[in-house]
């Protein structure tokens, strides 16, 4: 809420509303929307899998709005940012499926549950050249925080990965089909007011958010 407000955005937290009509009446009154990250994770059962792992699981409730009004915000052509779990949300939303718990399922991964604060940087990602995250970032490379233990697994067939860790875990998805859809692993809003790449990303929400209205 800070980040958006501090860089000139209006920010507004929606209710999870449950009816269909409600949310669409919701999104029609937004320039842009920001998917937050959250405690629990998304119920594999989205993506067509079993839980294999212990952990938090989103409310249904939660889940199916943040779903339905991805889907409705790509729909619309409104810009959308995932940020960590909110990236998650977008790759189930279109199709793709999430590493249920990186240090079972990955080869030799980063500690992506850094110990440090979420306002102390942690591990590096690689950006995709000609990525819609390169042209906010400028650059091929920069340090973020970070702070999970799913990630994407299998890219939704209508996205495209834009960044990776150094382990291979991917760490940026984007659409290429839409002018502002993209998705974080890391957490931006406890960098931005510090880290001028962290805040581009805010500002470029914002600005797409401008533009589209």
């Not at 929606?14 to 269909?20: G, H, Q, S, V």
């Not at 079993?50 to 991805?70: I, Q």
Request: aromatic letters at 6%; proline letters at 5%; a positive charge.
């Amino acid at each position: 809420i800070r980040a958006i407000e501090d860089l000139g955005g209006v920010p507004v937290i929606l209710p999870l509303a449950e009816d269909r009509a409600d949310r669409r009446r919701l999104l029609n009154d937004l320039d842009g929307l920001l998917l937050t990250g959250s405690g629990p994770d998304l119920s594999p059962s989205l993506y067509g899998e079993r839980r294999r792992y212990k952990f938090s699981v989103m409310s249904r409730r939660r889940a199916d709005f943040e779903l339905d009004v991805a889907r409705m915000a790509a729909a619309s052509r409104l810009p959308v940012l995932g940020i960590c779990g909110g990236m998650q949300v977008i790759n189930v939303a279109f199709g793709g499926s999430l590493l249920q718990d990186i240090a079972s399922q990955a080869d030799s991964p980063l500690p992506h549950q850094q110990k440090a604060s979420a306002t102390e940087l942690s591990h590096t990602v690689d950006v995709a050249p000609h990525s819609l995250l390169r042209r906010i970032l400028g650059q091929a490379r920069i340090r973020v925080n970070s702070s999970h233990h799913q990630s994407v697994k299998r890219v939704a067939p209508s996205l495209v990965a834009s960044a990776v860790a150094s382990d291979g875990i991917i760490e940026a998805i984007e659409s290429p089909k839409h002018r502002f859809l993209l998705g974080v692993q890391w957490h931006p809003e406890f960098l931005y007011d510090r880290y001028a790449f962290h805040r581009k990303l805010f500002q470029a929400l914002v600005k797409a958010a401008r533009l589209r209205a």
